[in-house]
């Protein structure tokens, strides 16, 4: 009795799909795709490789059996931490697990010491500022926080923008690897490196970067980076990951303080990875199965996965060219990611998106920061006809609640 999950899924996997032409309809059937509803809101979450899916529910059912040995468990999470840490280029021992990308924020967040007048910067579409703000206030903290315009400039003029909000009080700040509502990415080694020569540490949010960017995290020269791999990667909910360059390890607290820092054997110390998982009942059975996920990554490269989605998403403003109501927030190209960011002159975002979903096309409404716009986001399972479908509905429904 095991948790080999994974173990044989390369099998069936086209070789051809990593860098020859790929046969997009046979990856789509690596998905468990519903056929009732079009689905371009897969920034959110994505459908998981069906395999994946089922290494998961099969994880969890013998995670039940007391006859399973809790080691083993630990075992296959161990192989899990070093697949992700392979993934980013990173040491295995400064990458720890997580439930999400929000609890890998938040362990910076809220593990970091600062003191009254120190400063936190952010551009004011990065995730969940409320919060941010909420728990730095209580610090004495500032957020300051930016607009970065929309659509972006070019790459040097993002970065100047960077460096004209340091001041002398910033002692770290967020940065989105590309930017939620508009799939913008920004250029995050530049940014970093300008940070750093200033004495800043750097939280880089990998939510819509991770299994689509293919940085690692020496090339960002990051301080921390945090992701799910339920959004691009395409792995079951319920795990994400937080690398902390190694030498600061020690300087951030954990979220709990429920570690063993003894002398005792096998203890987990203030330098040790593992302090930011010893939270209670972990969900050790999920964790254990996302090993089942890092077969398609090696079989679909990040590359492969966004050429993928900047072609759906050309294809979608090519064909909403002339509509004249419809604006997209970004341009084409390698400094996007594949998401469209559309806004409707003059139209209740919100309204427009339930209008589709009742026509079962499912996007997403954004009123962020300086932003306001409906996100689409296909996957590499979307077939060109879903985005067609958009194309066509949308100038429907826009006459319709008129």
């Not at 300051?144 to 004209?164: K, M, N, S």
């Amino acid at each position: 009795m095991s948790l080999a999950a994974g173990a044989t899924l390369s099998v069936g996997l086209d070789p051809a799909l990593a860098s020859g032409p790929a046969d997009w309809q046979a990856v789509r059937g690596l998905f468990d795709v519903p056929g009732d509803y079009t689905l371009l809101q897969n920034a959110t979450a994505t459908i998981p490789f069906a395999a994946a899916l089922e290494a998961s529910a099969q994880a969890f059912r013998l995670s039940h059996d007391p006859r399973l040995p809790y080691g083993d468990l630990l075992a296959q999470v161990e192989a899990v931490r070093s697949s992700v840490a392979r993934s980013i280029g990173a040491n295995p021992e400064s990458v720890a697990i997580m439930r999400n990308t929000t609890e890998a924020m938040r362990t910076v967040q809220f593990g970091l010491d600062l003191a009254p007048g120190d400063e936190v910067l952010a551009i004011s579409v990065d995730y969940d500022l409320l919060v941010w703000r909420q728990s730095l206030e209580r610090q004495g903290v500032r957020l300051r926080v930016f607009d970065l315009p929309v659509p972006a400039p070019g790459t040097e003029e993002i970065i100047a923008l960077y460096e004209a909000q340091m001041t002398s009080a910033t002692r770290y700040m967020l940065i989105s690897e590309v930017v939620s509502s508009s799939g913008q990415a920004l250029p995050v080694a530049a940014i970093c490196a300008a940070a750093r020569s200033r004495g800043i540490l750097t939280l880089v949010d990998g939510a819509q970067g991770y299994a689509l960017s293919g940085a690692g995290v020496a090339a960002m020269g990051c301080d921390f980076y945090a992701a799910s791999l339920h959004k691009w990667l395409g792995g079951a909910r319920g795990m994400g990951f937080l690398y902390i360059r190694p030498e600061l390890i020690e300087r951030v607290w954990p979220l709990l303080g429920n570690y063993r820092d003894t002398a005792d054997e096998g203890a987990i110390g203030r330098a040790n990875i593992r302090k930011f998982e010893q939270i209670g009942t972990i969900p050790i059975a999920l964790w254990a199965a996302q090993q089942a996920v890092f077969p398609f990554l090696e079989a679909i490269p990040p590359a492969r996965r966004r050429a993928r989605l900047q072609q759906l998403r050309d294809r979608l403003m090519d064909g909403l060219v002339d509509v004249p109501a419809v604006r997209f927030l970004h341009g084409r190209g390698e400094a996007t990611m594949g998401i469209g960011s559309v806004a409707i002159a003059g139209a209740d975002h919100r309204k427009v998106v339930n209008a589709l979903r009742e026509q079962r096309i499912i996007v997403k409404a954004l009123n962020e920061g300086n932003v306001s716009c409906i996100r689409v986001s296909p996957s590499i399972y979307t077939r060109e006809s879903e985005v067609d479908r958009l194309i066509e509905t949308l100038p429907r429904v826009l006459r319709a609640l008129q």
